[in-house]
């Protein structure tokens, strides 16, 4: 699978390098959060690539949930259980340490190229979720991270399908809202699967934001443009 560029198999293992998770957050999600950076100080894998995973290893479920509870750092080895279709999965190190706990249930699609579709369609969705989604949330709220030290952190996603899907599909953000209790902040982004002009399921994803300030444009302006000339002038 595509999947085989950013991720090594052996001895049942699965091991991630800070390259290979670099060059996916960048190249298949859009995704410039310099905590992905290869050799930033705390270098974690991003969660995208680990849900790319678990879809490559066990197919696209009628409806799945993850729930991250872990930053993998640099060749972190994790075990993906065998297991039959439907019923949970943990994901977790050689000893025992969890990273992802993963709810599914109902049809498994495991056509290659549907996989292949779902994994870096909803990827480069949720790569979209700074500046285009997160910043206008902040914005109005009069509220943003620490631009020094920001810790926004991947909690969970969920997804439903009520259709078939194909190769064709693609996710549509239906709303984005943010919640704010003092210096902790919940970022909601519900979307839509369409396939075509039908709409054939929905989900949600879930950010968590720590370390929340008053609004100062002098300080989140320049950060959101030397984000944007990273993205712009990449070159995979």
Avoid at 29 to 56: E, K, M, S
Avoid at 72 to 77: C, R
Avoid at 207 to 231: C, H, K, N
Wanted: net charge negative; aromatic share 12%.
């Amino acid at each position: 699978m595509f999947l085989d560029a950013y991720h090594a198999l052996q001895d049942g293992v699965v091991r991630i390098s800070a390259n290979q998770a670099s060059r996916f957050a960048k190249e298949v999600a859009g995704d410039f959060n310099p905590i992905h950076d290869a050799d930033a100080r705390r270098f974690c894998v991003p969660g995208d690539l680990l849900f790319a995973l678990v879809l490559g290893y066990y197919g696209v479920s009628e409806r799945m949930a993850f729930r991250f509870r872990g930053m993998v750092g640099d060749d972190v080895p994790l075990v993906f259980p065998e297991a039959m279709d439907g019923g949970p999965l943990t994901i977790a190190d050689l000893d025992g340490k969890v990273y992802l706990e993963v709810e599914r249930s109902g049809a498994v699609v495991r056509n290659a190229d549907v996989v292949e579709a779902f994994v870096r369609r909803y990827s480069a969705f949720s790569g979209r979720n700074f500046p285009e989604f997160l910043e206008p949330l902040m914005r109005q709220r009069e509220m943003m991270f620490n631009p020094d030290r920001p810790l926004v952190l991947y909690d969970s996603m969920a997804f439903e399908l009520k259709g078939a899907v194909t190769a064709g599909l693609d996710m549509v953000l239906e709303t984005a809202s943010l919640d704010v209790n003092g210096k902790r902040g919940e970022e909601w982004l519900r979307f839509q699967v369409v396939d075509g002009d039908q709409v054939v399921g929905e989900g949600s994803k879930k950010v968590v934001i720590s370390g929340l300030q008053p609004w100062d444009e002098s300080r989140m302006g320049p950060f959101v443009d030397d984000y944007t000339a990273r993205r712009d002038h990449f070159h995979p």
